[in-house]
């Protein structure tokens, strides 16, 4: 069964907040996993990915995946009006890109000046 | 730069007609793909292609086919356009990931919002 749960937002922080966004899974044979950033009027960008379990960092950001609890998170610190988007998470077993993701809803970020 | 393009941005039709979404590429990707996105639904699947002339469905492939002639081109069909199908529709081409570590990267074309009446 693929199926991940992306709490929709809207979420609105304070500019220079420490962000936390959040996926739960149901299927334990992901084992790729993505954000992906999505601007009002585009197509989604890829922000980071991460392989099985872990923490991964990316200037601002980070990226967390809990296997055991099926639960992955995308931190953002200092966060600046240029963050506010909307962000979802991206899941695929195998990796290889043939097969399609298997998005969350995506949650709608707000970073107020 | 990577470039994923689209036929449209806006596109209104009438409920019965034929509709064609073209969707280019020009990243030489193997992997093409249709997505519908609707408020509180997400990115949801309706066919990908991993070769020119093969395809498979997606998740919500009712109602729509793919077309995959040359490597460079995607098209999605509804053959007979309803109004439930007005919705954001989503193209991407992907890299061949699953090595080292790394997935595939989908990168996504701007979009076509199509409003059926």
């Given at each position: 069964q693929k199926e991940v749960e992306q709490d929709p937002g809207p979420l609105s922080v304070p500019e220079g907040a420490i962000v936390s966004l959040n996926c739960t899974y149901s299927n334990s044979a992901f084992q790729y996993f993505m954000w992906y950033r999505q601007y009002s009027r585009k197509g989604p960008e890829l922000l980071m990915y991460t392989y099985s379990s872990g923490?991964?960092?990316?200037?601002?950001?980070?990226?967390?995946?809990?296997?055991?609890?099926k639960y992955i998170s995308l931190f953002i610190r200092d966060s600046q009006p240029s963050d506010s988007a909307t962000y979802l998470c991206a899941m695929s077993d195998s990796g290889g890109g043939a097969d399609g993701l298997t998005f969350g809803k995506g949650t709608h970020l707000i970073i107020q000046p | 730069d990577v470039?994923?393009?689209?036929?449209?941005?806006?596109?209104?039709?009438?409920?019965?007609?034929?509709?064609?979404l073209?969707?280019?590429?020009?990243?030489?990707?193997?992997?093409?793909?249709?997505?519908?996105?609707?408020?509180?639904?997400?990115?949801?699947?309706?066919?990908?292609?991993?070769?020119?002339?093969?395809?498979?469905?997606?998740?919500?492939?009712?109602?729509?086919?793919?077309?995959?002639?040359?490597?460079?081109?995607?098209?999605?069909?509804?053959?007979?356009?309803?109004?439930?199908?007005?919705?954001?529709?989503?193209?991407?081409?992907?890299?061949?990931?699953?090595?080292?570590?790394?997935?595939?990267?989908?990168?996504?074309?701007?979009?076509?919002?199509?409003?059926?009446?």
């Open positions: 923490n991964k960092e990316d200037g601002r950001f980070t990226a967390q995946v809990d296997k055991s609890s | 470039k994923v393009t689209q036929s449209s941005r806006y596109l209104v039709k009438r409920t019965g007609e034929k509709v064609f073209e969707c280019v590429q020009d990243m030489d990707h193997e992997n093409m793909f249709w997505y519908r996105q609707d408020p509180g639904l997400g990115l949801r699947l309706i066919y990908f292609s991993y070769d020119v002339k093969m395809k498979e469905k997606g998740d919500i492939p009712e109602g729509y086919s793919v077309s995959r002639e040359k490597k460079e081109r995607f098209s999605l069909i509804l053959e007979s356009a309803s109004t439930n199908q007005t919705s954001m529709y989503l193209c991407a081409s992907s890299t061949v990931g699953g090595t080292s570590g790394r997935p595939g990267e989908q990168f996504f074309g701007p979009g076509t919002r199509l409003t059926v009446l």
